[in-house]
Every structure is written in C-alpha cells, then in structure tokens.
C-alpha cells in the first residue's frame, strides 16, 4: 500500500468583493441572496413598446414640439416688442426735447418781444420830451422868403453836422395847411401874425420841430432853390431869432458842406383853383417819404403824437393860437384852433377824449394851467379838447397875432 494522503477538493471561489464568474458552481448550504448579482449588460434591451408608453411618448413629444414652436415664435415677438418699447422711448424722450425746445423759444420770444415794445416805449417817452426836441430842433431851420411884408416861400432846411449834408424842403405860400390861431389857410396868411406863427404852422404840418427862423429877401430865397446851395442864407439876413454867435456858427457849418451833399426839392402839391386864389394841396405820402428819408420821422407813427383842438375861452384875440405854439413847440399836433361858445371861462379846461389821461396832466403842465376831465368820444378827429380860459397868461414874447 502506497503511504498516499487523500486530496480533499476546494471549490473555486472568487476573491471577496469580486463577483462570481459565469458558471461558477455554488458550494451547497450557501444562500443566494447573499451572493453578489450579476451585473447588467451594457447592451440594454429596448423599453417595453405598447399602447401606453406610445401614448406616454407622444404626449411629451407633443408638448416639447409646442414649447420648441412657442419659443421659436416668441424670441422674434419678443425682440420686436422690445424693439418697439426702445423705439417708443426714443420718440418719447424726442418728443419731450422737442417741447422743450418749443417752450424756450417761445419764452425767448416773449421776453425779446417784450424788451422790444419797452425800449419802444421807453425811446418814444425820451423822443418826446422837450429836452430832446430841444436837440433835435438845432438842426432844423426854417428860412422864409420875404417882398414887400409878405412872405413867398418857406424852406425847411435841416444843417445834418453829423454826415455833412443839407436837406431841404421848399413850400410855397398857396400851401394849405392849419395856421395855430387862424385855423386852415394859405401858410403864408400864417406871416402876417409874425415869423413865430410861420414856425409854428410849419412844424405842425411836418411833425418835425422848428425854433429857428431865418427872414432873408425873396431874391436870396429863390437863389438859394435854383442853386441848390445854401451857403448864401446866411448872407443877407433881414431878421432872425438866433444869437450872434449862433448865427456864425450855423453859418461856418452850411460853409463847410459841399454843394454835392445839399439837397433842396420843392414840396409835392396838387394845385387847386378857387376863384381867383390858387391854393395847394399838399401830397401826404409823397411828403411822408422825404420825412422818413431825411428826418427819420415815421408817418405810420402819426397816431402816437397827442392831437388838439383849441378854443378861444377868453375873448383874448389870437390866444388859442398862442396856446397852439406852446403846444406844437412841446411835440403836440394841433389840428384846428377856433372860437369857444363864449368868452367866459375863467379856468382853462383840457378835456381827455381819446386815449389815456395822461395826455391832459402833460398838456396842464406844458400850458401850467388847466383842469383835466375825462370824457371819452367816438371821433377820432383829435385826442384832446382844449379851451384856453382867463386863467392863461401868453409866455414873455409870445405872438398873439390871429383872431382866435
């Protein structure tokens, strides 16, 4: 007998934690749940097809493809609302520029409109005071043509320093025009009550102020038309209300202006015969044109000078026509001077028609007498209505030719 010792058989058994090989034997008395599974196949086999997990499938392919729809639709509503929105504040914020652009230019144009009509008002109130008149009258004269005691023509001639020029404007004695004191007459009637009344006449018709006068024989007036010079006035003066040195003064000023820069044209009048009188009507708008030209007087303007009628309260002859001067000499119109119902009216009575009160206080102040009232009228004829009463003492030299 061979000394053998019996093998015993050992199962294969896999180390722990590694599973169990593919027909491994199970050593008998071992439970199966305690040994590790079987790992599933890559290889998964498909899902289970049928009618509801085909139906559970659709269901969700359905609402994806309508979720997918709806955002493909919504991004371009959404970038075209947003594009929208953009635009609207864009539009909005250049609307509200706009306006405010609008509102500035509005307030600017207020504000320079109304800067405009004050300085406007505030150059007419200097214009019209007599300090002012005083110095624009310096270089106006007027320069009567004179034979035999009555005048033959009358020459308003402006000596511009300035620019070296000489305007002139000649009128003739037929001219039709309101003589302060004797109402509308051939201007030169206006002679006859003295060279003051001339001055007067002539400054109210024109608009332009007048305080000297020059009487030189008719021979030396018609000179100086036809010559169109006026270096010869100064040389054969027959009465003057200038001052010696005032009178060399104008007289070295014409001297320098050169006969080039003077320029004298006769008044544009329409001639109209009355029997056996010729008087001449003056053209307005022609005469308006030369005003504006060389005196800078604007006739649109007209309507701002303050227009008077005065009447005779006194019984004083020719006292509204003294009145009258003042007035005119202090940048008033006078439209008309005659007789009052009667010559009783012990104070002096400046009656406001048209336009504010004020007028009266100024015309009381320029007179120094009177007592304003206020009582508003439809005519348009003139803007205040004033009889000269026993109140109203002439200025020292005042004229009192006229019967009114």
């Given amino acids: 007998m061979s000394d053998q010792t019996p093998r015993s058989e050992t199962p294969n058994v896999e180390p722990a934690g590694e599973p169990a090989t593919q027909g491994a034997a199970v050593p008998e008395g071992t439970e199966s749940s305690s040994l590790p599974r079987r790992s599933k196949p890559k290889n998964s086999p498909p ?14 392919a359905k609402a994806a493809k309508r979720a997918e729809t709806v955002a493909r639709v919504s991004e371009p509503v959404g970038r075209g609302a947003k594009f929208i929105k953009d635009l609207g504040y864009y539009l909005f914020v250049a609307l509200v520029a706009v306006l405010g652009l609008v509102l500035v230019l509005l307030v600017l144009a207020y504000g320079i409109n109304g800067f405009a009509r004050w300085n406007a008002r505030r150059i007419a109130e200097k214009a019209g005071t007599l300090a002012d008149l005083e110095r624009r009258s310096k270089e106006n004269v007027l320069v009567i043509g004179v034979k035999d005691g009555e005048a033959t023509g009358f ?9 070296n020029q000489t305007y002139g404007i000649a009128i003739p004695d037929g001219a039709f025009l309101e003589v302060p004191g004797q109402g509308f007459e051939r201007v030169g009637e206006s002679y006859h009550s003295g060279p003051l009344v001339s001055l007067s006449a002539i400054s109210n018709f024109l608009t332009v102020p007048f305080h000297t006068f020059i009487v030189v024989p008719s021979e030396i007036y018609s000179q100086v038309l036809t010559s169109q010079s006026a270096g010869s006035v100064l040389t054969s003066v027959t009465a003057t209300n200038l001052s010696p040195s005032a009178r060399d003064a104008l007289k070295s000023d014409i001297a320098a202006i050169p006969q080039k820069n003077t320029a004298i044209v006769p008044m544009p009048v329409k001639p109209i015969k009355l029997g056996n009188q010729t008087y001449f009507e003056p053209q307005r ?11 800078g007087v604007d006739a649109s303007k007209e309507a701002q000078v303050t227009r008077v009628i005065l009447y005779n309260g006194n019984g004083t002859p020719g006292i509204a026509g003294v009145a009258a001067q003042e007035l005119i000499r202090a940048g008033y119109r006078v439209v008309d001077t005659k007789n009052a119902d009667n010559f009783n009216y012990p104070a002096t009575q400046i009656v406001v028609q048209r336009g504010p009160v004020k007028q009266g206080t100024d015309i009381e102040k ?36 006229g019967t009114q």
């Avoid at 049928?50 to 659709?58: D, E, F, K, P, V």
């Avoid at 020459?155 to 620019?163: P, Q």
């Avoid at 007592?371 to 009192?400: L, R, Y």
């Fill in 47 to 60: 899902p289970p097809s049928g009618y509801r997990s085909t139906r559970r499938g659709s269901k969700s």
């Fill in 285 to 295: 708008q022609q005469i308006a044109d030369l005003l504006k030209q060389w005196w």
């Fill in 155 to 163: 020459l308003a001639l402006r000596v511009d320093r300035k620019d």
């Fill in 366 to 401: 320029v007179l120094g007498v009177g007592v304003v009232k206020n009582q508003p009228s439809d005519q348009n004829v003139a803007d205040v209505i004033v009889i000269v009463g026993k109140d109203f003492k002439p200025p020292a030299g005042g004229a009192t030719g």
